[in-house]
Structures are given as C-alpha cells and as structure tokens.
C-alpha cells in the first residue's frame, strides 16, 4: 500500500512508526515531516492542498492520513477524497466537531451526549454581563481553533472577564462559550471510526499546564501516561458506547459521516463521565503513548476505516504501560524561542526508550528547535512506573538550552 502522510509533529512521527511496522506498506511519503521521520519515509514539501492534488496525479496514492486538525478544518480531506483517493480523516463539515465548539455542544445536547452546561456569547459585551450576573467563575472557550490555547479555566469572577477580554481578541474567538465547570480526573478517549463503526484506542491522561501540579498557563500538552488504571479495554468501549457512538450516528444520519480519530475529552466526575471537548483527529501528544501500546496492524485499520470497512475489534491494547515527556523550548507557550541547538545521546537511550521529534530542523548540519513543543521522550514497560523511569531516562539522553519539562507526568497512576 503506497501512503501519504500528512503533518510535521510528534503525533505524525508516532503514526509513522505505526504505519512503517505494516507488512501492508510499500511505500510511505510524509509531508512535510520532521527530521526524525526521514528514515521511515520520503519527506516532500507540500505545503497547500494544491500542491497534494498535483503530487497525488503524479504519485499513485492508496491512502491519505491527515494528523492535523488544520487542514481537516480546510477540508483538505473532501479535495483529496474529491480526486478519488481514500482518505483517514473526517471532511470539513465532520471535522466542525472540534473547529466550532459551539457546534459540538450542539450535537452533544442533540443525542444526549453528558457534558458541562454551557452558554454561547458573539461580543463581550454580552458575555461579560452574564458573569458579573451569575457571581461565579467559568471555563472561558474560544469557539475555534486555538491550538490548545484557546481555553481558561478561571478560578473568579475577575480571572473569567480578564479570560473573556483575552479570548475574544483571537481569531478562534468570534464566538465564545462560558461552561460550568466539571471536577473530576480526565481520560482521553480516542477512537478509530469508519463513519458508523468504531475501535477505541489505549485511554489516555495529558498534562496540559505548562509546569508541576497543574500549575502555569494552558499548553498543547507537555505529556501524558496510557492507559488509565480506571479505564481498560472493556471499560473504555463502554464509555465509547456513550459518547462516541451517538455522535457517529448522528453525522451518519445527517450526511456527513465521521471517517478519522474521533477525541472524546472525558472528564469523570461524580456524577459520571460528562465530555468537555471533542477533537476531530488524532490527541497530541496522546497519540505518542498509543500507538506502542497497540496491538493490531494500525495501518490495515486505517485504510480499512477510510473504505467504511472498519472490524471494532482489530486493534487490541498490550498489556504494558506508556508515557511521554514533552521537551519544550525557551519561552514557550508565549514566545518559543526557535534555532536552539540539540544534542540526542542515542547511545544511551535504554531499551523500551525512543525519541518522537515536534518542533525540530537541522541548520547548517545542527539539529535546532524549530516550534514551541521540540521534542517527546517516550517510555514503555511493564508498568506504570517502568514507563516512567525510561522515559525520564531518556530525557537525560537530550540536551537543549532553556529546554522546559515537567517532572510530574503520570503521577496519578502510580501506587
């Protein structure tokens, strides 16, 4: 099978070591990669969905996988399907799932989907009025993309004005929601879906503050430990049955049939699972810790979820433990610092170990950043703590100046 992957991060290098494990590969191109994707394919620059139709004319292609969520927003997987190419991602108007909040919280209230209730605001002057009226704080949401910036869980009154005031100056913030907030351990739970069927992925916890106990601004994730002790297999298909499921049917059943990696955000709460948000493609840096937790050929459920073919049951989860380090550049989330020189002692990564590259380049011969979230030290043992313990091992193996990291990751599922 000839594939063309698109997406430059961690989450895509992940992919791509899942992909290139399949006896069903021939030939893999990524665009436009990292430099530590280059030995599992062929990277090409193809940076408009103009440029991929061209490429596609003179390059046979079997499959597409889009990894990010911008594109999908652009409908980049309706032009490629358009062309007659199969395609893993859901189409735009799918894909609203996660590029309108507000759209989502639409169809969840629609199929009875539990989530936080919520209110929708299109200036400040509206929303602003609101909280001074409720007295409470709430969770501040730009309504579009916002790379994982785009919320504020406000701790007062104040801190929810301030958050409103900030937002609403993005361009992700045309519109926003204010949600009461939900208490409760997340999960996140990922499903493989071919617009009707569903297989559920390894569940998942990410680290989205920026430093120790949760503490410092909203990221795009600076790590995360699979699976979560309180959600196995049997359980979290369960959970899927709840608040993937409906979502799938009711996309079906208007027409626009969700084909990708459906991201349920889950919070358990006392009252039970309520979902914060939905992703309308692959969790980063999630996606990290699954995949070697996988037991099944992802590329084969890939292709056959892309033809509407998908068995729920294909991809099963080893019984070992994953985690994952974000190594973060020099001012990031605010102003990531880029060009900085990295050094990976490969020689004393220890086994179960590896190195997923995000934000890197090489420059005159020298590995740089090149992006706010650089590099992942990945971990994977027999348990919890073993996947730990190798995954800040390998941390040890990098080294970067200002790198940023938590010492934290995964705590919650120790003993």
């Known amino acids: 099978m000839r594939v063309l992957l698109l997406g430059s991060g961690a989450r895509e290098h992940a992919l791509a070591r899942a992909i290139a494990a399949s006896p069903f590969l021939d030939q893999l191109t990524i665009a436009p990669g990292n430099p530590g994707m280059a030995d599992l394919g062929t990277l090409v620059q193809l940076p408009t969905i103009a440029e991929v139709l061209d490429w596609i004319t003179l390059h046979p292609i079997e499959l597409v996988v889009i990894g990010p969520e911008a594109p999908l927003a652009a409908g980049w997987a309706d032009a490629i399907r358009g062309a007659g190419v199969a395609v893993f991602g859901p189409s735009q108007q799918a894909a609203r799932l996660e590029s309108s909040k507000a759209f989502a919280k639409s169809v969840m209230q629609r199929v009875n989907v539990p989530t936080a209730g919520y209110a ?58 204010l949600e009461e907030r939900l208490y409760g351990p997340e999960v996140s739970l990922i499903a493989i879906c071919d617009g009707e069927r569903y297989s559920v992925l390894p569940s998942a916890r990410d680290h989205k503050r920026l430093y ?33 499921q409906p979502i799938l049917d ?30 309308a493609r692959f969790g980063d840096p999630e996606t990290q810790v699954m995949m070697p937790l996988i037991d099944g050929d992802v590329l084969k459920a890939l292709s056959d979820a892309a033809h509407g073919r998908l068995d729920p049951d294909a991809l099963r989860w080893h019984s070992r433990a994953a985690a994952s380090v974000v190594i973060a550049s020099h001012g990031y989330p605010e102003n990531p610092r880029r ?5 990976i002692d490969s020689q004393r990564i220890p086994a179960g170990g590896m190195v997923l590259h995000a934000g890197t380049m090489v420059a005159d011969g020298q590995l740089v950043s090149n992006g706010g979230r650089v590099l992942n030290a990945v971990g994977v043992g027999a348990t919890h703590a073993d996947a730990l313990k190798i995954a800040y091992a390998v941390v040890d193996c990098i080294t970067m100046p200002g790198m940023q990291y938590r010492l934290d990751i995964g705590q919650s599922e120790l003993p």
């Open 339 to 343: 060009g900085d020189p990295i050094t």
């Open 250 to 279: 009711f996309l079906r059943l208007h027409d626009m049939p969700f084909i990708g990696a459906l991201y349920a955000g889950v919070m358990l709460t006392e009252d039970g699972p309520k979902v914060i948000e939905y992703n």
């Open 120 to 177: 929708a605001f299109h200036s400040v002057a509206e929303a602003i009025p609101f909280v001074e009226r409720s007295g409470l704080p709430w969770v501040v949401k730009a309504d579009g993309l916002a790379a994982g910036k785009g919320v504020v869980v406000a701790e007062s009154v104040s801190e929810t004005i301030s958050a409103i005031q900030t937002l609403a100056g993005m361009p992700a913030g045309q519109q926003l929601l």
């Open 212 to 244: 120790e106990d949760d503490y410092g601004p909203n990221t795009g994730g600076m790590g995360t430990i699979a699976p979560i002790h309180a959600m196995n297999y049997y359980t979290a298909k369960q959970l899927g049955a709840l608040v993937i």
